[in-house]
Nanobody, 128 residues
Framework: QVQLVERGGGSGHAGGSLILSCRVS?????????MAWFCQAPGEEREGVAG????????YYVDSMKCRFTIVRDIAKTTKYLQMDALKPEDTAMYYC????????????????????WGQGTQVTVSA
């Protein structure tokens, strides 16, 4: 089974940018055909942010992140990035990447229970 290693995050200011990366380690890459990003604020449930099929450019974004967050993949298809622009204080949360062999309804917000591999999470804190 693959492992997901996250990097990036940290502190930013409102209106600024941060980038998160999620690298897929060696293993059964079939379990990472679809990858998604989730966020979890203190006391809140984990919710889907964006998702994308491996090797494809089209991605899903939740409405509150559209036009501000972008999923980017490297040419080798081993790493996916979440480019976070126009940051808002309400973006403050732990961010996790996750992977699944397939997603039945990729046009809907990512659902945590459908993912079998998770990264360790990275904290994003946005100040006003």
């Amino acid at each position: 089974q693959v492992q997901l290693v996250e990097r990036g995050g940290g502190s930013g200011h409102a209106g600024g940018s941060l980038i998160l990366s999620c690298r897929v380690s060696t293993g059964n890459t079939e379990s990472s055909n679809y990858m998604a990003w989730f966020c979890q604020a203190p006391g809140e449930e984990r919710e889907g942010v964006a998702g994308s099929w491996k090797g494809r450019t089209s991605s899903y974004y939740v409405d509150s992140m559209k036009c501000r967050f972008t999923i980017v993949r490297d040419i080798a298809k081993t790493t996916k990035y979440l480019q976070m622009d126009a940051l808002k204080p309400e973006d403050t949360a732990m961010y996790y990447c996750a992977a699944a062999p397939a997603i039945r309804r990729p046009w809907l917000p990512p659902i945590p229970t459908e993912y079998i591999v998770w990264g360790q999470g990275t904290q994003v804190t946005v100040s006003a």
